[in-house]
């Protein structure tokens, strides 16, 4: 468990699920992500997120608030296995998510360096995120991370930024 002092970071557990697929539902939420998401695809990508801490021992973390307890979104560190261009160097991205009620008060920033800060002390190494074309808020947050363009690319039609860190350099 990560904690900052307004933040609790962990690992997803079963509870998790129903605020998660609502976050997924949301169209404001995921206009930059894909789109909305059913209950069967958020099930399935929750379970990958669930997966990926057994097979990586790193993951995506469920992100609580400290003093009420309730699910804001999910930030970490993942191995999607996609192409992020030849410019990555990484095949390990960071991603966030929070549900709409939360953005604008420095939640996904807060998160975000928090999950860094554990990676980066695991040893975990480059890193990388793509970023929608449109996606302002999220390119700030990158770069204010330490995040650096590498390449562009088009993913079914959508122009994404990639953008790099090396924790050495973000330090």
């Known amino acids: 468990m990560l904690e900052s002092d307004r933040l609790l970071l962990r690992p997803p557990v079963a509870g998790d699920f129903e605020p998660f697929a609502a976050m997924f539902a949301d169209a404001e939420v995921t206009r930059h992500i894909g789109g909305v998401l059913g209950r069967a695809e958020a099930w399935a990508r929750f379970l990958r997120d669930c997966g990926h ?7 995506q973390y469920s992100i609580l608030d400290r003093a009420s307890g309730t699910y804001v979104g999910k930030t970490g560190l993942a191995r999607f296995e996609r192409p992020l261009g030849p410019n990555a160097g990484t095949s390990v991205e960071i991603t966030w998510t929070l549900r709409a009620e939360v953005h604008g008060r420095g939640y996904a920033r807060e998160a975000a360096a928090l999950a860094l800060a554990a990676f980066d002390r695991g ?4 890193t990388a995120c793509l970023i929608a074309e449109g996606n302002a808020a999220s390119h700030r947050l990158a770069t204010r991370l330490g995040y650096r363009e590498v390449d562009s690319l088009d993913r079914s039609g ?6 790099a ?7």
Not at 53 to 59: D, I, M, R, S, V
Not at 123 to 126: E, P, Q, T, V
Not at 158 to 163: A, E, M, R, S
């Open 53 to 59: 801490w057994a097979l990586e021992g790193f993951g």
């Open 123 to 126: 040893g975990g190494g480059r």
């Open 158 to 163: 959508t122009k994404v930024t990639v953008l």
């Open 165 to 171: 860190r090396d924790p050495l350099a973000a330090a």
